[in-house]
């Protein structure tokens, strides 16, 4: 499995923008790259995901670098409620069967 | 917004008992998928079920486990005979189409004394 590698947790003013990196080293050409996010006392969230171009969507936008080794999920105004762990996943498209394997992500605190 | 809804959303259960948790995934959606989640652990893959058949499952999903999709809506989890270990929170997700992403329930906390 192609892994992630992201930080154990970041910090943000309330209304600042969020940039949460990723790295895949490992990435393949078809593994498409997955963020969720787990509020405290939920289940994971769907929130972005992209294969080679920038996606916006109205929860976030996703910028895949060039060489596709990294992303970055950007939270353009972070808000209280956007305090959670976020988690970068990979997928190939290929693999009908395949499930997504959560690492630990990255704690998000916003501070008011 | 569709949604995955789970029952009951929380379990007390004795050692040795079974359990049945439930799954209502949205009806559309293809691929169902069975998570866990240990108090202030990650979330565990357990097992995804396609074309009313298990399509891959972790090795946590042992014969004390099993799913059903007994009539084209429910998706359910058996636990034969559950152990404390088992205490976790248990998501259900459903998923349309590759390379789509997933909807996941609210989850089901199972409490094993």
């Known amino acids: 499995d192609a892994k992630t590698t992201q930080p154990n947790s970041m910090e943000s003013n309330e209304e600042e923008p969020v940039h949460l990196p990723c790295n895949h080293s490992t990435i393949s050409g078809t593994d498409y790259i997955h963020w969720y996010r787990q509020l405290p006392s939920q289940g994971p969230e769907y929130v972005i995901h992209?294969?080679?171009s920038n996606v916006n969507n109205r929860m976030a936008s996703l910028a895949i670098a060039e060489d596709r080794k990294s992303s970055t999920l950007i939270l353009h105004r972070a808000t209280l409620r956007d305090a959670a762990v976020y988690y970068c996943?990979?997928?190939?498209?290929?693999?009908?069967?395949?499930?997504?394997?959560f690492g630990p992500g990255t704690r998000l605190s916003v501070l008011p | 917004e569709p949604e995955v809804t789970q029952t009951p959303s929380h379990q007390v259960t004795q050692m040795g008992q079974e359990v049945i948790l439930r799954c209502v995934p949205i009806s559309n959606h293809l691929y169902f998928y069975w998570y866990r989640q240990i108090l202030g652990q990650k979330v565990e893959f357990l097992v995804s079920f396609y074309n009313n058949e298990i399509s891959e499952k972790s090795e946590i999903f042992d014969d004390q486990f099993s799913v059903e999709r007994p009539d084209g809506s429910n998706f359910t989890l058996k636990i034969r005979s559950t152990k404390l270990e088992d205490s976790a929170m248990y998501f259900c997700?459903?998923?349309?189409?590759?390379?789509?992403?997933?909807?996941f329930g609210s989850g089901t906390r199972l409490t094993v004394v």
């Open positions: 996943i990979l997928r190939d498209s290929d693999n009908y069967g395949q499930n997504f394997v």
């Open positions: 997700a459903s998923r349309f189409l590759v390379p789509g992403g997933y909807t």
């Open positions: 992209g294969l080679t």
